[in-house]
């Protein structure tokens, strides 16, 4: 049971190029949600997914894409990468969005910079 | 990872000692809150919840406290360890009967010394 999984680890962009980062989670929950962790500050949610077939902004979505791919996976993608997505990227997941438990588990990060 | 945490307050203990981190939440309307760790280069992880209908709420070594006067929350952590050592983070729930969005604070660093 490896939890939230997010590939790559590491990735380093020049601006103006796209990637598309990939999570998966194999604890059957329903949603999902894709964050940035900046220095210094806390997380902040870019996009979200309710339940298989849903997506929705959160609080900094500009610039960022998402697919809910199936149950399992989510992915993010930046179409034209800005020094400003310089960042550290996690996806987490939770069983529902609507009751509690709200507990959310996370992945291990991916640290994107673009030059 | 290593640049996260970088202008976060810093709470320094000497191991054994308890710590008690502290964290200000933003919404009266809030109903759930959790706190996580993280360690340096890892994701948050879940170390304990309290619903807004509860004032205390004990785990393994921890123990949270919720003050909705004055909209307080902390974390009491027992007999802090080296392994104690990383980033702290509350997080809310604003919307109560509603979405999970948490709304996360930015943090406070825990060292612990030998």
């Known amino acids: 049971n490896a939890g939230v999984t997010q590939t790559p680890k590491f990735q380093v962009l020049k601006t103006g190029q796209s990637m598309t980062l990939q999570c998966a989670q194999d604890?059957?929950?329903?949603?999902m949600y894709w964050y940035r962790q900046d220095p210094g500050m806390g997380l902040r949610l870019i996009y979200y997914?309710?339940?298989?077939?849903?997506?929705d902004k959160g609080e900094v979505p500009n610039g960022y894409n998402v697919s809910r791919l199936n149950k399992r996976e989510f992915s993010l993608r930046l179409e034209s990468a800005a020094p400003s997505q310089t960042s550290v990227y996690f996806c987490?997941?939770?069983?529902?969005?609507?009751?509690?438990?709200?507990?959310?588990?996370f992945g291990p990060g991916t640290r994107l910079t673009v030059t | 990872g290593e640049s996260v945490g970088l202008h976060l307050p810093t709470l320094s203990v000497q191991e054994g000692d308890n710590s008690i981190i502290n964290c200000a939440y933003s919404?009266?309307?809030?109903?759930?809150f959790i706190w996580y760790k993280q360690e340096s280069g890892k994701g948050p992880q879940f170390i304990i919840d309290?619903?807004?209908?509860?004032d205390k709420r004990q785990g393994q070594r921890v123990t949270v406290l919720l003050n909705k006067t004055v909209k307080h929350l902390s974390l009491q952590i027992a007999a802090t360890q080296p392994g104690d050592s990383a980033v702290y983070f509350c997080?809310?729930?604003?919307?109560?009967?509603?979405?999970?969005?948490?709304?996360f604070g930015a943090g406070t660093r825990l060292a612990v010394h030998p």
């Open positions: 987490a997941s939770s069983e529902q969005v609507q009751r509690p438990p709200y507990e959310q588990y």
């Open positions: 604890m059957n929950h329903n949603s």
């Open positions: 997914s309710a339940s298989e077939g849903t997506t």
């Open positions: 919404n009266s309307a809030s109903d759930y």
């Open positions: 309290i619903r807004s209908n509860m």
């Open positions: 997080a809310e729930n604003p919307f109560s009967g509603g979405y999970n969005k948490l709304i």
